[in-house]
T-cell receptor
């Protein structure tokens, strides 16, 4: 158990809909990262938040947005969903400091868009 | 742009048959190279971080090594429970994110 929690575990929805995925980082971690993993793409970095502020952006679509709240939990909002958005979405957290930051991953949310 | 290539894509071993997985990388200033293990439908589980050439780390049957261009994950006398996908990732000084390779899917037969 990494200490990172994600809800819900599974989500089934229809095209055009909007969903919200939630992540609680490990105790003491200030950074939260969101990743998408699909069968043909592997793990793709979406976005990072650090202590409430956006810090880095990867291959995140304009239909997707995220935020990190004062209690450090984060939410990833996916809107106007398409079939191709079906994937596993992972959240990771890390503690800043040192020459590198090891990221610890949550169990993921499996999203199925029908 | 940072790049990570893992080989082989898949590896089938007999229990006890040692082997190595390769991770080749290009990055502008390496902050860290990471190895993760991922079981189907689950989140990646952290194994090792390496950040300078020549560094080695061990954990049970696994040993990770690092050069300036690649990293190896050596698996000694593997057991069926070592079956998983092993992911390599790099973090450069120009990025806050990690760039992942496609992974090596390891199957260990009893």
């Amino acid at each position: 158990d990494s200490g990172v929690t994600q809800t819900p575990k599974h989500l089934i929805t229809a095209t055009g809909q909007r969903v919200t995925l939630r992540c609680s980082p490990r105790s003491g971690d200030l950074s939260v990262y969101w990743y998408q993993q699909s069968l043909d793409q592997g793990l793709q970095f979406l976005i990072q938040y650090y202590n409430g502020e956006e810090r880095a952006k990867g291959n995140i679509l304009e239909r997707f947005s995220a935020q990190q709240f004062p209690d450090l939990h984060s939410e990833l909002n996916l809107s106007s969903l398409e079939l191709g958005d079906s994937a596993l979405y992972f959240c990771a957290s890390s503690t800043p400091g040192g020459s590198q930051e090891t990221q610890y991953f949550g169990p993921g949310t499996r999203l199925l868009v029908l | 742009e940072d790049q990570v290539t893992q080989s082989p894509e898949a590896l089938r071993l007999q229990e006890g048959e040692s082997s190595s997985l390769n991770c080749s990388y290009t990055v502008s200033g390496l902050r860290g190279l990471f190895w993760y293990r991922q079981d189907p439908g689950k989140g990646p589980e952290f194994l090792f971080t390496l950040y300078s050439a020549g560094e080695e780390k061990e954990k049970e049957r696994l040993k990770a090594t690092l050069t300036k261009k690649e990293s190896f994950l050596h698996i000694t006398a593997p057991k069926p429970e070592d079956s998983a996908t092993y992911l390599c990732a790099v973090q450069g000084y120009n990025n806050n994110d990690m760039r992942f390779g496609a992974g090596t899917r390891l199957t260990v037969k009893p």
